[in-house]
């Protein structure tokens, strides 16, 4: 069973990038596809971005595209979420998931395993 742990979240003004880490022990992310979420407060928990088993499709949210990648690392043991150009609307606790399929879903209930979530907060 896969373990998810998030780093990388803080405080950023408007305009500026965070880099989100989701390490993972267990299992890699070459046999669990990943997906990031997140959850803004009063609001319920968003689909962000997902890539699949083997890295070759990735899916984004409308609001985040083009500003948000998402990646894994030559050892499949850490994923990340490249944030760039980041807007006060981009506020929340950001989650990753892993599920075990080859490709990536937008759904957040067909995630069998979550990490603690990550704060970032964006200021204006």
């Known amino acids: 069973q896969v373990h998810l742990v998030e780093s990388g979240g803080g405080l950023v003004q408007v305009g500026g990038s965070l880099r989100l880490s989701c390490a993972a022990s267990g299992r890699t992310f070459d046999t669990v596809t990943v997906g990031w979420f997140r959850q803004a407060p009063g609001k319920e928990r968003e689909f962000v971005a997902a890539?699949?088993?083997?890295?070759?499709?990735?899916e984004f949210a409308e609001s985040v595209q083009g500003r948000f990648s998402i990646s894994k690392d030559n050892k499949a043991t850490t994923a990340y979420l490249q944030m760039n150009n980041l807007t006060p609307e981009d506020t929340g606790v950001y989650y990753c998931?892993?599920?075990?399929?080859?490709?990536?879903?937008?759904?957040?209930?067909?995630?069998?395993?979550w990490g603690q979530g990550t704060q970032v907060t964006v200021s204006s």
């Open positions: 890539m699949s088993l083997n890295g070759r499709s990735t």
């Open positions: 998931a892993g599920r075990h399929y080859s490709y990536p879903s937008r759904r957040a209930g067909e995630y069998e395993t």
